[in-house]
């Protein structure tokens, strides 16, 4: 692995590592939304701060020709 390719080389290590920890929980193959959970889960319970909601313009050129919404589920 390419360690200059991080920005934030401990948090990746650390965010790919809760990652595993999730996979070798639940296993694979499981729809997105029980994994977003799981992975809000595993953010809150590390004192991670994150966004829940980011906006990704999709851009051809210099034109936005689309929008994405990254979402983790609501809080309770």
Known sequence: MD????IYK???YKIIGYLYDIHNEIGGGHKE???????????I??????KKELHCPLMFGNNIIGEY?????NRK
């Open 3 to 6: 360690e200059d390719k991080y």
């Open 10 to 12: 401990e948090l990746s």
């Open 33 to 43: 939304k029980y994994i977003q959970r799981a992975v809000e889960v595993i953010l």
């Open 45 to 50: 319970n590390n004192k991670i701060d994150y």
């Open 69 to 73: 919404f990254f979402r983790l589920p």
